[in-house]
């Protein structure tokens, strides 16, 4: 079986490629060329299996190296995860991030239709496409209301997914997937920051840390079980369009508590609230029903959101005293 990945350096490119080597898969990832030149920095989730993988290098805006690769390849699974997934509520951004994400989506769709109709296909959706939900739990009957430019772009990559099923008969499928964190989550994201700037206080490389709402809340998840999901999706017998979520909230303030206590700290004595951090208000949280999921792929979280954070802050010290 192969397999293309796009985004298989990210967080769950990287989950999802040693999900598929470890179930046999012939598998090939896209990256950008840049990344292929700076492999240490750059392709440090793929360190344990970049003799395993094929890597080609091209944008997801470029149609004709994509077309080139699919081509050369003739995946019979692909996994679009692919995109600026930064999420910015100021649209400063959002000419970058329309044409990445919704180019990207529409490029490997038609791609895929003219090569290897065949392919199974999964687009990377998320919890950003409810935005200002009007109900919680959400489901996939729940209406979208995305409010970032992000979310409006994964609302588009969705109903593209849903075109091409309907109209061309491919097998593709989207998975609605709500936050999902792990060691390989990027810096810039509330987690990841929360958990290093932990560590570095625990190690006298800081004395403080500046967050935002502390009672803000989300449905947090653990990455690789996300990943397994997604797999779970291309293997039935036919295509749908699944939420992937634990259906527990967590505040900002639980993760703080969690990721300090580990180290033997109170958050409180560090912690200091800047508004400028505040998001818009959520009236009606994001968290998400993953009922169908459950019961059609037998699909179910395996790692609690403590066992999560406290995997982080272990891995994060030793990776702070690593480079000292």
Excluded at 164 to 175: E, H, K, M, V
Excluded at 228 to 250: N, R, S
């Amino acid at each position: 079986m192969k397999a293309l990945i796009t985004g298989i350096s990210g967080q769950d490119g990287s989950y999802l490629a040693e999900l598929l080597l470890a179930k046999g898969y012939e598998v090939h990832g896209i990256v950008m060329r840049s990344e292929l030149e700076n492999p240490d920095r750059s392709l440090h989730n793929l360190k344990g299996i970049l003799n395993q993988v094929t890597l080609h290098p091209a944008s997801i805006e470029a149609y004709p190296s994509m077309f080139q690769i699919v081509q050369r390849v003739q995946p019979e699974e692909c996994y679009h995860l692919a995109a600026s997934s930064f999420v910015s509520y100021s649209f400063d951004d959002e000419f970058a991030i329309f044409n990445s994400n919704v180019n990207g989506a529409h490029y490997i769709l038609s791609i895929l239709k003219e090569i290897t109709p065949q392919c199974k296909f999964y687009f990377a959706g998320s919890s950003e496409l409810f935005g200002r939900a009007s109900s919680f739990p959400q489901n996939e009957n729940t209406p979208f209301h995305p409010r970032s430019a992000y979310g409006i772009t994964k609302a588009t990559g969705y109903y593209l997914t849903c075109n091409y099923r309907d109209n061309y008969g491919l097998f593709a499928c989207n998975g609605i997937a709500y936050n999902h964190e792990s060691t390989r989550r990027g810096y810039e994201f509330v987690t990841r920051k929360i958990v290093r700037g932990a560590v570095q206080i625990k190690l006298g490389l800081a004395q403080e840390l500046v967050l935002g709402n502390l009672d803000a809340r989300r449905d947090w998840g653990y990455a690789p079980d996300y990943v397994y999901a997604m797999w779970l999706m291309l293997q039935q017998a036919h295509p749908d369009d699944y939420v992937i979520a634990t259906g527990i909230l967590h505040s900002v303030r639980e993760l703080c508590e969690i990721a300090f206590s580990s180290l033997g700290l109170n958050y409180q004595d560090y912690i200091k609230v800047d508004p400028k951090f505040f998001r818009p208000t959520e009236e009606i949280p994001l968290v998400g029903d993953s009922s169908k999921a459950r019961e059609k792929l037998n699909w179910k979280p395996e790692k609690s959101f403590q066992e999560m954070l406290e995997e982080m802050v272990e891995y994060d010290s030793a990776d702070i005293k690593n480079r000292q």
